[in-house]
């Protein structure tokens, strides 16, 4: 079974960058699509972001333009780069993969504000 650990989040100014890890163990990282889910308060998990095992991309349209997923095969690893933050990204960001088939992390907080 596949666990992966999320990171990297925090309280950031509107316009400000963060930059998201996901460390994954066990099971076949390398042949996953993976993405990037995040929850706001009251609020359903959506999935805003994914990387196939080919490394293609696609994003939600809040995030385009903002935010760039990639990965590190070799590190079983999964990344989320988020420029241009806003008020509106504030949530829990997990990772998984695309349909979602691990169990889930316990997500890492990103919350924008000033």
């Known amino acids: 079974q596949v666990q992966v650990a999320e990171s990297g989040g925090g309280l950031v100014q509107p316009g400000g960058s963060l930059r998201l890890s996901c460390v994954t163990s066990?099971?076949?990282?390398?042949?996953?699509?993976m993405g990037w889910y995040r929850q706001a308060p009251g609020q359903q998990r959506e999935l805003v972001a994914h990387i196939t095992k080919g490394g293609s991309t696609k994003y939600e349209d809040a995030v385009k333009g903002r935010f760039t997923i990639s990965r590190d095969n070799a590190k079983r690893t999964v990344y989320l780069e988020m420029n241009d933050l806003k008020p509106e990204d504030t949530a829990v960001y997990y990772c998984?993969?695309?349909?979602?088939?691990?169990?889930w992390g316990q997500g890492t907080q990103v919350t924008v504000s000033s």
């Open positions: 066990g099971g076949f990282f390398s042949l996953a699509t």
């Open positions: 998984n993969s695309a349909p979602v088939l691990f169990t």
